[in-house]
């Protein structure tokens, strides 16, 4: 008998408990997601459903270990960014020569993501070099937005919604890394969104040393004196998901954003981000779904956010849903620098 893992078992209890949930809500999976003719016959009436009986792309083409290669390394101006809009990415690596394939999360035949763009060339002359990230010792942010941009990517306005990856390859070494963001639709009514838990990724996240948890370059003053973490976290680095634990996008919202789109339901995606700062889009659904660790929430406060998520529930008559460990509760501050002009 085959023994399953610990990522593995929380898919399946993550699956399990999805659909006891969703179907106790009333909310129903929309057509067979496979049946690629039915789904994209004009006029299409469950985008997720058209999306996802697309050709997906092999888990071994994406998916990386972890933190991937430590040699390049990135991270997108932007959590989120519309349809039609245009998402940076500032990019650390000593190459020579390196391409970004870009993929959106899904279920496509349990492939897990398609390729939206193949071999994307940085627009950066490189190698590129970055200066080392601001440091700030009275709360110990560490902060890359000093870094110039290295890409960039226009979503075409006929994009599905949902989490995306830019997948960061070397062409020396083949060594990859991945940068997700998620693509709103800010015009979409579809009936349940969900958001993902990117501010505890920034909480756990200690890229340049720090997190709210450690802190090992320019720390605070700790009280008591013993104990050291900064105070406040930066959108602006690359993520860390080997020492982050299972705070992080693909140890739970990945197997909630497989089978929401093998059942085709009705979903729209947003960023924790955007709950805090465009909490309105919220009353175009029916359902809001929070899923992972989705411990921290961020401001104005983290009460706004979560009056914003009560009052969207209330105005549907709807509960939210928490496919979550943990209840909203915790302030915190994760901050983004204006943005740099580059010449």
């Not at 004009?42 to 083409?61: D, H, Q, R, V, Y």
């Not at 070397?170 to 639709?185: K, L, M, Q, Y």
């Not at 739970?252 to 009705?266: K, S, V």
């Not at 983290?302 to 460990?325: K, N």
């Amino acid at each position: 008998m085959s023994r399953t893992g610990p990522r593995q078992r929380r898919f399946l209890l993550a699956t399990l408990v999805s659909a006891l949930l969703l179907c106790a809500a009333g909310i129903a999976p929309g057509p067979s997601a496979t049946a690629a003719t039915a789904a994209c016959t004009a006029p299409i009436s469950n985008a997720i459903a058209c999306e996802n009986s697309l050709p997906g792309t092999p888990a071994s083409a994406w998916n990386v270990s972890g933190t991937g290669d430590t040699s390049i390394q990135g991270y997108s101006t932007a959590m989120s960014v519309n349809v039609g809009e245009t998402v940076g990415f500032k990019i650390l690596t000593p190459a020579l020569s390196y391409r970004i394939d870009i993929l959106r999360l899904g279920y496509y035949q349990g492939n897990g993501a398609r390729m939206i763009v193949a071999g994307l060339l940085p627009s950066a002359a490189l190698p590129q070099a970055q200066p080392a990230c601001l440091t700030f010792p009275a709360t110990g942010l560490i902060d890359c937005g000093n870094w110039d941009g290295s890409a960039s990517w226009t979503v075409p306005s006929a994009s599905v919604s949902g989490v995306y990856i830019a997948h960061l390859v070397r062409n020396d070494t083949g060594g990859a890394s991945n940068i997700p963001f998620v693509v709103r639709n800010d015009a979409s009514t579809s009936t349940m969104v969900v958001q993902t838990s990117d501010e505890t990724w920034q909480a756990y996240n200690n890229y340049g040393g720090n997190s709210l948890y450690t802190c090992s370059v320019a720390c605070p003053p700790g009280n008591p004196l013993t104990y050291k973490a900064a105070f406040k976290v930066s959108y602006n680095r690359p993520f860390t998901p080997s020492v982050q634990g299972p705070n992080w996008i693909m140890d739970t919202e990945y197997p909630l954003i497989r089978f929401l789109e093998a059942n085709a339901y009705d979903v729209s995606y947003l960023s924790g981000l955007d709950t805090s700062t465009r909490g309105a889009l919220l009353l175009n659904h029916k359902v809001f779904v929070s899923s992972g660790h989705d411990e921290y929430w961020t401001g104005p406060n983290e009460r706004t956010s979560r009056q914003r998520v009560t009052r969207a529930s209330t105005w549907h008559s709807s509960p939210a849903t928490r496919f979550s460990g943990e209840r909203a509760g915790s302030p915190a501050q994760p901050a983004r620098s204006p943005p740099i002009a580059h010449s």
